[in-house]
């Protein structure tokens, strides 16, 4: 089982970069694919990017292409989300999520393991 906790999240303005971060814990960290999510107050949460086990293959939901990047350190149990040109449209609680081995898919129910969550509030 998977323990997972992100950071880096904080009060950031309109224009702005972030650079999120998962710290994993836990067996077979290198084998999982992982995913970022990201929940708005009163919205239901919603895929942001996901990324392969091998690292290679990154997927992005269409809306951010573009603005963000995501990556992974296997040696460091590490996951990170970089987003730049923040918009308050981004203003959400970001989770990190670990994908079950039975799913193939994105889908918030395909997910195993989900950290606390970090808060990013964009303002001008």
């Known amino acids: 089982q998977l323990q997972l906790v992100e950071s880096g999240g904080g009060l950031v303005q309109v224009g702005d970069s972030v650079r999120l971060s998962c710290a994993a814990s836990?067996?077979?960290?290198?084998?999982?694919?992982l995913a970022w999510y990201r929940q708005a107050p009163e919205k239901q949460r919603e895929f942001v990017s996901g990324?392969?086990?091998?690292?290679?293959?990154?997927y992005y939901a269409d809306e951010m292409k573009g603005r963000v990047t995501i990556s992974r350190d296997d040696a460091k149990n590490s996951l990170y989300l970089q987003i730049i040109n923040l918009q308050p449209e981004d203003t959400a609680v970001y989770y990190c999520?670990?994908?079950?081995?039975?799913?193939?898919?994105?889908?918030?129910?395909?997910?195993?393991?989900w950290g606390q969550g970090t808060q990013v509030i964009v303002s001008s």
């Open positions: 990324i392969k086990r091998s690292g290679s293959d990154r």
């Open positions: 999520a670990a994908r079950s081995p039975a799913s193939t898919s994105w889908h918030v129910s395909g997910m195993a393991y």
């Open positions: 836990g067996p077979s960290f290198n084998t999982y694919a």
